[in-house]
């Protein structure tokens, strides 16, 4: 096999005297007097290269100026330098992008199916049938939303605010009042009234020392279900006038009311206070207080956002 | 073959030679031909391609480019349970479109304000931007489809609406009326629908059934708003 490179590397081969049995020494290997081929994937190639220049008898044009540098050991390692440094950098970008914005931790909150999706659009505008509202869990990590009615996910809010902002966007040219820097102003005006909420929220948590395992995923998740019920308001006001309008946004109102608390009681209270019985003392009280002002901000901040759409 | 090296084969004479001791003296017979050539065509066909692309003419890689887009718009128009978008895809074809489609619906002047349409700008960005977030939800939902995939299939399905603003553009040279804006109606319908069958054919495939709906929904959204400018689109 080796002696089958005389018409690659005939100039080369002469140098070595025929009654030794070595190796012929390729251009594309390091050492010449290794006694096999070194298949790391920077060597094979130059040397799959110059076997393919050489031994085909390919148009020197084309294939010289490849060959000749890959002939080169240094362009090799140069070449596995280069590939293990994208490597590396795509290493350090992923790992930098997980800190920020955790990839697989959202990923559980898009786990969802259309029957969830279905069931929970129904949740949001008939909480009052519904009895159980505890999340499940399975050996310390809640079930994924798919499993789990309870569960808050991040489809319906991320979905709703589109669809809210589009359907701004649609009621205002329909009186005229449409340009397409309206639809920026709008996303960036829910968008902030949205995290102006969630920090509040957090704040109060943090100086009511609730111990709680609502994350901020979660918190942003509770509060993007109330731009269901403000598509709804809109719609209808667009469809019956501001009779419609009142009328549906009540009811999502009320429903969105129910929702919260009872979903927010079994985040914030403490085990007692969830069943109902009511528990005497400043914090249970203090908390309670918490969830009831939440649970009044979501009615107030789905009118104060949509009134202007609907004339 | 070597010439083999004669080892006494008794142990009782003479001192023990060490092992492969001779070795070193086997010599290749120098009448017995042994050259050849090892080749290995995958390998020199890929030598062979990538050179070639570099050395063509510039000619030559445009016809090869705009073919392999001409194949896809077909696809698009007569969608078909093929892999070819996805397969080798390329983001010219949704560029085409693009800066097409934004060239007719942008407003005539800067002073028009109130005229309310799009931008030249504003439009690319909704393109764009739309595509990168139904991607982002395909993703997350779990499809199996990668990034710049996703991208080419929703660019390539912009062709039935492209095609709609032209003929309403056609169209809008008669005078205007309802019957005028009944007929723009229906055109735009029509393609919306077709575009939004073209990229289900493409993309509900990389999801689990369950889930075909939630990532159909945001495509639905995303060429609504599409026909929705192209409808309200008056000329100057």
Redesign the interface.
Same mark, same amino acid.
């Given at each position: /096999?080796h *002696?089958?490179d005389?018409?690659a590397g005939t100039a080369r081969q002469r140098k070595w005297p *025929? %009654?030794?049995?070595v190796p012929v020494s390729q251009p594309g290997m390091g050492d010449p007097h290794q006694l096999f081929d070194d298949t790391s994937s920077a060597q094979s190639r130059g040397y799959?290269?110059q076997?393919?220049?050489g031994? &085909?008898g390919?148009p020197a044009a084309?294939?010289s100026p490849?060959a000749t540098f890959l002939d080169d050991p240094m362009s090799n390692v140069a070449m596995a330098y280069g590939s293990s440094l994208a490597a590396h950098g795509k290493e350090l970008v992923d790992k930098n992008i997980n800190r920020f914005i955790p990839v697989t931790k &959202? %990923?559980y909150y898009?786990?969802?199916? +259309?029957?969830y999706?279905g069931r929970k659009l129904g949740l949001l505008f008939f909480p009052y049938l519904h009895q159980d509202w505890e999340v499940q869990y399975q050996q310390d990590t809640p079930v994924a939303p798919r499993f789990d009615i309870n569960a808050p996910d991040l489809?319906i809010p991320? /979905?709703a605010f589109? +669809?809210y902002v &589009?359907v701004a966007g649609?009621a205002l040219?329909t009186q005229?009042r449409? *340009?397409?820097d309206i639809l920026g102003l709008q996303a960036s005006s829910a968008l902030a009234w949205l995290t102006l909420e969630v920090v509040a929220i957090l704040l109060s948590l943090y100086l009511v020392t609730v111990n709680t395992d609502l994350t901020t995923i979660d918190l942003v998740a509770f509060l993007g279900y109330k731009y269901v019920g403000m598509i709804g308001g809109v719609l209808m006001g667009l469809l019956f006038g501001k009779i419609g309008y009142y009328l549906v946004l009540g009811w999502c109102c009320v429903s969105i009311f129910v929702f919260m608390i009872r979903t927010l009681r079994l985040k914030i209270l403490a085990e007692a206070a969830a069943e109902g019985v009511p528990v005497r003392g400043a914090r249970n009280q203090l908390r309670m207080y918490l969830t009831m002002a939440v649970a009044a901000a979501q009615p107030l901040l789905m009118y104060w956002l949509t009134f202007h759409l609907v004339r | 073959m070597a010439e083999t090296v004669d080892v006494p084969g008794d142990s009782g004479t003479g001192s023990p030679r060490p092992l492969f001791a001779g070795l070193s003296d086997i010599s290749i017979s120098q009448d017995i031909p042994v050259e050849g050539e090892i080749t290995i065509p995958m390998r020199s066909q890929i030598r062979e391609f990538d050179s070639s692309t570099l050395n063509e003419s510039v000619q030559n890689t445009i016809v090869r480019d705009l073919k392999a887009v001409g194949k896809k718009f077909m696809h698009v128009l007569y969608p078909r349970k093929s892999n070819t978008l996805l397969r080798d895809w390329d983001l010219w074809g949704p560029l085409i479109l693009c800066v097409t489609l934004a060239l007719m619906l942008q407003r005539g002047s800067v002073d028009s304000e109130k005229d309310g349409g799009p931008q030249f700008a504003e439009v690319f960005v909704i393109v764009w931007f739309g595509a990168i977030t139904i991607t982002l939800n395909s993703k997350l939902l779990g499809g199996n489809i990668s990034f710049f995939q996703s991208l080419c299939v929703l660019g390539y399905c912009i062709l039935p609406l492209t095609v709609a603003m032209l003929v309403c553009r056609l169209v809008l040279f008669a005078e205007p009326g309802p019957i005028n804006f009944t007929v723009r109606l229906f055109v735009v319908i029509i393609m919306f629908v077709w575009s939004i069958v073209a990229s289900t054919a493409f993309l509900a495939d990389s999801q689990p059934p369950n889930r075909k709906a939630l990532a159909v929904y945001p495509v639905f959204l995303f060429y609504f708003v599409i026909s929705w400018m192209i409808l309200t689109f008056t000329p100057q």
């Open positions: /096999m *002696s089958a005389a018409a *025929s %009654k030794r049995r799959g290269a076997r393919a220049a031994g &085909l390919y084309a294939a490849q &959202l %990923k898009f786990a969802v199916d +259309t029957m999706v489809y991320a /979905m589109i +669809t &589009l649609l040219g005229d449409f *340009s397409p | -």
